[in-house]
């Protein structure tokens, strides 16, 4: 199955550096750009990415209401979560969970979406290799440029990094 490139750099940025901005970013501009409806998966993944950026700022009401509404629409595309190469009940498992840290006020904690397919998972690989990264690294070692990135997004224009080779 072909995985889209904007889906490659989301998995990339969710798993690698960490910039839950950027994958919001990268599947936002996919899903409007394909005409694509208000409960599609990209939005449910859209929503996960969100709640992580959130959390690690500390933004607790945020969090927990965005993984809400990524777990409450994710309930329903098991086959097309299945689709995209995820576990799907893994994922909603490490959502629920992440959901009850959060809720519990409990220090930030960032998860790996459980890939079980193993062509996507080397295309990831690779990439975060060339991009000088451990992909699936549990230690966020995310620089303040990307923490805080829509605060200083508004001082400087930022050119999301959106070109990715897939192998």
């Known amino acids: 199955m072909p995985f889209s490139k904007a889906y490659v750099a989301f998995l990339f940025h969710f798993h690698s550096d960490r910039d ?6 990268v599947l936002e501009d996919h899903w409007k750009n394909n005409g694509m409806a208000r409960d ?15 959390y690690r700022r500390g933004n607790i009401k945020g969090s927990v209401k965005l993984i809400d509404k990524a777990i409450r629409l994710l309930s329903y595309k098991e086959e097309e979560v299945l689709a995209l190469g995820i576990n799907y009940e893994e994922l909603i498992g490490k959502l629920n969970r992440s959901k009850v840290r959060m809720v519990h006020k409990m220090p930030y904690k960032p998860i790996n979406i459980p890939i079980n397919n193993q062509l996507l998972l080397t295309i990831c690989k690779k990439q975060s290799a060339i991009q000088g990264y451990t992909f699936e690294n549990l ?27 897939l192998i």
Not at 40 to 54: C, E, N, P, T
């Open 20 to 25: 839950y901005f950027e994958c919001h970013e």
């Open 139 to 165: 230690i966020d070692e995310a620089p303040d440029k990307i923490v805080n990135k829509h605060t200083l997004r508004k001082k400087q224009i930022v050119v999301p990094e959106k070109n990715f080779a």
């Open 40 to 54: 599609s998966i990209w939005v449910g993944l859209i929503q996960m990415a969100v709640s992580f950026y959130h």
